[in-house]
């Protein structure tokens, strides 16, 4: 599922996958965008979205895997490898965060395609993504701040070419943006995340 950026976020940091402090900066940008506090008093939860059934699509679900084997304090994390929010559970997934975690703050992952220079970039901004809007499905907007991964190159053929994203690119991904995370949710050892 391919985020379309919502109007409202106005700053967004990118990050390559190839840079030394990648991790570092993943979450100095998450943490920033959180407002600088490690204690969050209403909770986070993190929304992990994408299907297990596409190389491409897998980085929201390898994320959400990643990040529900480390112990994050006051934290929710939605979409895993197990249990995927998709397209198909996206509202009820949004409706059971609105009566469980009302006032928590939601973090939107997921993959996206992008021009060619762009590949394995992440990007973490404020604002909402819109799940499928790259592939023409009508999905609601999630999130208060969002994390994506540019997994390969848009534009025609979406499906195809997710399937034929490799998933090497789509791993490293995952691993730096989970460690990332991890570590601006203050969890421990989040620099050595692993299946």
């Known amino acids: 599922m391919w985020p379309k950026w919502s109007t409202s976020h ?3 940091t990118k990050i390559n996958i190839d840079a030394i402090s990648a991790v570092q900066e993943v979450s100095r940008a998450v943490t920033l965008a ?4 490690l204690s969050f008093t209403p ?3 993190v929304v992990c979205i994408g299907s297990d059934r596409s190389t491409g699509d897998a ?3 390898i994320i959400g895997t990643f990040l529900s084997q480390r112990r994050l304090p006051n934290t929710q994390i939605y979409g895993t490898l197990q249990e995927p929010v998709h397209a198909a559970n996206l509202h009820e997934t949004l409706s059971i965060l609105s009566r469980k ?3 928590a703050k939601v973090v939107a992952v997921d993959a996206c395609l992008g021009k ?3 590949i394995g970039v992440i990007t973490v901004g404020l604002g909402s993504l819109r799940p499928g809007a790259g592939v023409h499905k009508e999905l609601p907007p999630v999130g208060d701040i969002y994390v994506t991964g540019v997994v390969n190159i848009g534009g025609f053929m979406e499906y195809f070419v997710l399937q034929n994203t490799r998933l090497y690119l789509v791993y490293r991904l995952a691993e730096t ?3 990332g995370l ?3 949710l203050g969890g421990t050892d989040g620099d050595k995340i692993r299946a």
């Open 10 to 12: 106005q700053k967004e």
């Open 34 to 37: 959180l407002g600088g506090r």
């Open 43 to 45: 909770g986070v939860v």
């Open 59 to 61: 980085l929201g679900p």
């Open 101 to 103: 975690h009302g006032t």
């Open 116 to 118: 060619s220079d762009s």
């Open 177 to 179: 943006i989970a460690a």
């Open 182 to 184: 991890s570590t601006a």
